[in-house]
């Protein structure tokens, strides 16, 4: 029967937790099933659910994008609070049209496995009798213990990363009745996963964080918008922008006013199965666990807004490699 019990509970286990860090990864969890098609509708082959996850993410992701940029230019740009003082308007929302939108989305999924077995070799030496005068004595009991143990583990990393990019025009332009983000016009909403609600369920606040953001923008803006400004109200063509202008396009080598937004989400499962004995000679797996499993889900996502120049590139660059660094780092730290 504990043999029994062992077996079920390993199985559970490695059922729960994915491949142990031994294969390749799948952004699926392992109750996730492909689709295998069907020729009698739109969506003929197969089709795995790791795809389905991620275009469902990448689709939530640009539905609200749009609903963001939408609402922000529904916003007019101020023309007096400016602390540089009066402006003219020069575009009818918050966000110059001649902007774009970077994303960086990576999702990473760690797996690893430990087995770290315990041997104790137990001798059990007579009693120590330590007397104190007469009549009083004291029974210690001895014994001789030598443990042997060792560990061994695999880890397997998988990222896929997606970096779509969208001018601030395309985002504000109406939907239309084709629009993937109008209900229906999913191909896959009927067979989409649920296993990545991370971003797939959650509200990214994107909405939020763009107003908020571009109306700081506004009330507190680069002096490159301010020399855009100025251009804008004059009669006389403009110069052409250098590739390192700011604003909405400006005139001066000032540092553009890009934007970035990052949500992560980090949800981590594991578990272990510890069988022990308790023996006269010997003892095994009594301090430690003897096999172990993890799985570690990491989706990152990074929207960077700005001018379509190298400045906001080398931002929205500088911040992958930043959330690159801290994912390895707490790998790292997992995996002492």
Known sequence: MPSKCMRTAAIFLACGLGACGLTNPDIKEIWDSDYPGNPETAIKQPV??????????????????????????????????????????????????GWTTQV???????????????????????????????????????????????????????????????????????????????????????????????????????????????????????????????RASSKKPAKPPPAAGGGGGGGSATKADTISYEIKFVIVSSGNITPTWKLLKVSANTSSPLFGLGRTRTHDLIVTIGPDNTTTSNSNLASQISSGVASANRALLSNN
Do not use: H
């Open 48 to 97: 795995s659910a790791t795809m389905l996850i991620e275009f469902e993410i990448k689709k939530k992701i640009y539905c609200e994008l749009k609903d963001a940029v939408r609402a922000a230019n529904g916003i007019p740009t101020t023309t007096s609070a400016s602390i540089n003082g009066p402006q003219t308007l020069k575009y009818p929302g918050l966000i110059p049209p």
């Open 104 to 230: 960086a989305l990576s999702l990473q999924i760690d797996e690893s496995s430990a087995l770290t077995p315990g041997v104790t070799f137990n001798q059990t030496l007579a009693n120590a009798v330590q007397t104190f005068g007469v009549g009083n004595t004291v029974t210690v009991p001895q014994s001789f213990n030598l443990a042997f143990g060792g560990t061994l583990s695999s880890t397997a990393t998988r990222i896929d990363k997606f970096n779509p990019q969208y001018s601030i025009e395309f985002l504000s332009k109406p939907e239309t009745r084709n629009s993937v983000c109008r209900a229906g016009n999913d191909p896959f909403e009927a067979i989409a996963p649920k296993s990545s609600p991370f971003l797939i369920e959650s509200q990214l606040g994107i909405r939020d964080w763009l107003v908020n953001a571009m109306l700081v923008n506004d009330y507190l803006p680069s002096d490159l918008t301010t020399s855009e400004t100025k």
